[in-house]
Every structure is written in C-alpha cells, then in structure tokens.
C-alpha cells in the first residue's frame, strides 16, 4: 500500500485552492486512475503466485504417500490400523466426535493459523484417503470401508459380530472405545434427499443395551461430505419414529408400537406412561414392528441361558435375527423405521447437529494443499519425490527382463537415497513451529 499513500501524500500536499464541484469529481477520477495503475494492476502478480501455488500443490499431492482404507482400519489389532494410527496421532480435538471433525476441518479453512509441516501433510493424506473412498469404491462397499475410516479418526472399532446380549449390532462402530466414555454410533453413507432408515427390532435392542445410540449421517454435498449428528434415546425415540416434520403423527411410525388390542394411539400413551425400562423394553417386544421370531427366540435364549442347557443350538437367537435382518434389507418390509431430512431438522427434542463440511474432491484437496504451499518447503518436496522413486525403481530392478535395465534402476535407487537423506537432514535441522490444538 506504499504506492496508495504516496499518491494521497502528493494529493493531499497540493496548495489548496477553490474549486467547483466538476473539478473535484475530475480530481477524484484521476487520483483514482492514478490508484488502479499502481496499485490494483498488481493484483496480477497475486493470480501468478496463486497459480504456482496450484501448480506445486498438485505436484505435492502426486508425492504423497497414498493410504487407502479398508476394513482392517477398524480393527485396533490389525497391522494395518497400527500404522494409520500414527498418521491419525496428529488430529487433536480430544475424546469427542465433534472435536476431531472439526479439528481435521480446519485444514480447508483459509484463514486458520496451521503452520506445522507435520500437522499440514497428515491431514492432506488423510482428506486424500477419504476421497478414496468415495470415488474408489461402489456403493454399498463404501459405507463399510467409511466406517473402518471414521473407526480410525475416532480411536474406535467397527462392530460386525453380534454383542454379548446376542443382538445383531445396529452400531457400525464403538468410538473411543479404550476410554471411559465410549460411543456406540450407526454410520449413515447418503445422498443429500435420502431418508435415513433402519431395522425397528435391532433399534430397540441396541438402546436396551446402551441406553442410546448415536448416528453419524455423511451426506454428499458435490465435492464435499456434510456430517450431521443425532442421537436416540430412552426418551425420545419413540416420538421420533412417530412423528412428521409438521408435528402431526406419521402412520408408519405409529403402526411400529401398536400393541395388542390397541390402536397406535392408545399403544404410544401406554408405553410412554411406563418409567421402568424394563418393563418397558419388555412391552416394546411385543409392538407390531418388532419381530415376532426374534422375542420367541430372546425368551428360549433366556429360558436356556437360566436353566444352563442349550435345547435348541440349531436356531440360535443369532441366526434367527440374521434371518430377520436379510428379509428386512432385501424387501425393506414394515419394521424398519424412517426419517426423512426435513423431519430430523424439525424435531426439537432430538440433539440434532452439524459439523460442516468435509472435501474429498481432487480439485478441493489441491485448493487446500495451495492454502499451504508456502509453509511447505522445498526439501519436503524432495523427501516425498524421491521416496516415491526409490519404491520405484527398486520395483524395477527386480521386475526388469534386461540385466543392464535392471542395474540402472538400482543405481537411480542408490542416488535416490542419498536424495531422501539428505532432505530429510535439512527438514530436521529446520525450525519448525508446531500449530496447538
């Protein structure tokens, strides 16, 4: 702005005189003129820089490491979770689901403060591992592998097998499942319209074991996943399943806790007049929505488990609720409950919220990286490059047909080290100031 004050310093420094309003106006254009030429041309300068940003930004990205997720990375005893878990060490944000959402977000704001090299790179290569599994993978096997992805940002583990109260888990995974608090959560992978849904029997057996249960929902948003958080509870969930956005009752949710010889009505009085949940959970058994097989079995299971002799081990209580379980997903029959969009950001007595956006497209990633290109020195760079060649042409050395093809390869090998370490000595020897959480 050094150009902008000299220009007012000499405006201003002109002896005055008595001028009319035309001449003012004519002075003001041209002091104006005089500004655009010397000061707002240079912006010019600014799209050059930003575009060699974007440039650099994605030659780092092509040199970073690539992690993909799979299964294994919810599964705190595998080797792969092991190493994801030291690139997942740097996302701060505390034991809580909020917290570590928004701390990896902060990545892709403009403005945050983030100057750490270390901090900078994981998060880019943990965005990038997330892209891979929105655009690598179909439909239904991205959900699955989205879980082992939020398993490992939230120190959890994925549930597959059934608990110890024999249910089906209607929780994909257990966030901070080491800690004094953990969370069971049902993942939801959707669209931006699409109604969240999900079995009424595995619902009511999953809060008589938690107490509640807590749904994560991605929804694609164009080049971004917008996260949303609710929550049921003893409390509330019978009022959400039965419930429209406008307030009134929703047919299909009030047939779900229809009991014997009552209406939906009377049924809702009657279960919401009862405080014990025992008793309650007891009475939610034997509700139109809940499976008439599995509450036969539950009782069999009991009765044998008290009684200490297994009658029946053919149909286990387990297999009767995967029988149930696949009849539901295939034919999506009247037990399984609804929420649409609009009546999740209705209700008030259900803690409904959001956590932003998370990006996963390649042109948002290298908008990011370009954000920090300039905290990303030229040795790192190099690091990545050369580490990425060693890998390769150790490959070739051992793949070439070619004997002489072969020892070249080695040989770009053996430089490519000498590359990587001494990148790696100025990256270490440089000041580096890590960003707190």
């Known amino acids: 702005m050094s150009d902008l004050r000299s220009i007012l310093k000499e405006e201003y420094g002109k002896k ?6 035309k001449t003012l106006m004519e002075m003001v254009e041209e002091t104006l003129d005089l500004v655009y030429d010397k000061v707002i041309l240079d ?8 575009e060699m940003a974007t440039s650099q930004a994605k030659e780092f990205l092509l040199v970073l490491p690539k992690f993909v997720p799979t299964e294994a990375w919810g599964d705190p005893n595998s080797m792969e979770r092991e190493q994801i878990t030291r690139l997942f060490s740097v996302i701060g944000g505390g034991r809580s689901i909020e917290g570590k959402l928004t701390f990896l977000q902060r990545i892709a704001n403009p403005n945050n403060k983030i100057t750490s ?36 940002l939230l120190q959890g583990a994925q549930e597959s097998e059934y608990s110890a109260k024999g249910n089906l888990p209607i929780q994909d995974l257990i966030a901070f499942e ?24 595995n619902l009511i057996d999953g809060i008589a074991e938690f107490g ?22 003893k409390d509330n969930f019978i009022d959400a399943l039965s419930t429209t956005a ?36 007891e009475m939610l058994q034997y509700t139109a929505g809940y499976s008439a097989r599995v509450r036969e079995k539950r009782k069999i299971s009991h009765a044998e488990f008290e009684g200490g002799v297994d009658q029946n081990p ?34 008030s007595f259900i803690d409904y919220k959001t ?75 440089s000041t580096e100031t890590e960003e707190g959480p």
Not at 16 to 21: E, L, V
């Open 117 to 152: 090299p270390r901090r900078i790179i994981s998060s880019l290569i943990i965005l990038e591992s997330l892209s891979a599994v929105i655009n690598s993978f179909n439909a239904s096997s991205a959900g699955f592998v989205f879980e082992g992805f939020l398993s490992a």
């Open 314 to 347: 053919e149909t286990s209580l387990e297999e009767v609720i995967r029988q149930e379980w696949r009849i539901l997903t295939e034919n999506k029959g009247g037990t399984q409950w609804s929420i649409s969009p609009s009546q999740l950001k209705s209700f």
């Open 178 to 201: 080491d800690s004094d608090n953990p969370i069971p959560i049902s993942l939801k992978l959707l669209n931006q319209t699409t109604n969240i849904e999900g079995s009424y029997t």
């Open 246 to 281: 406008r307030g009134g009752g929703k047919a299909s949710g009030l047939n779900l806790f229809k009991l014997p010889d009552m209406n939906a009505d009377q049924s809702i009085n009657k279960l919401k007049s009862v405080s014990d949940w025992g008793d309650k959970y």
């Open 16 to 21: 005055a005189t008595n001028i009319d309003a």
């Open 355 to 429: 956590y932003g956006l998370l990006p996963y497209s390649a042109a948002q990633l290298e908008q990011i990286a370009s954000i920090h290109m300039d905290k990303l020195n030229g040795e790192l760079h190099n690091l990545f490059a050369a580490t990425q060649m060693l890998s390769e042409n150790i490959t070739k050395y051992f793949t070439f047909d070619k004997r002489d093809r072969a020892i070249s390869s080695g040989e770009k090998a053996i430089k490519n080290t000498t590359d990587i370490q001494s990148a790696l000595a100025a990256q270490i020897s």
């Open 43 to 50: 912006d010019s300068k600014k799209e050059q820089i930003q």
């Open 212 to 233: 509640h249960m807590v749904y994560i929902v991605a929804r694609k948003d164009g080049e971004s996943i917008a996260i949303e958080e609710f929550t049921f509870t």
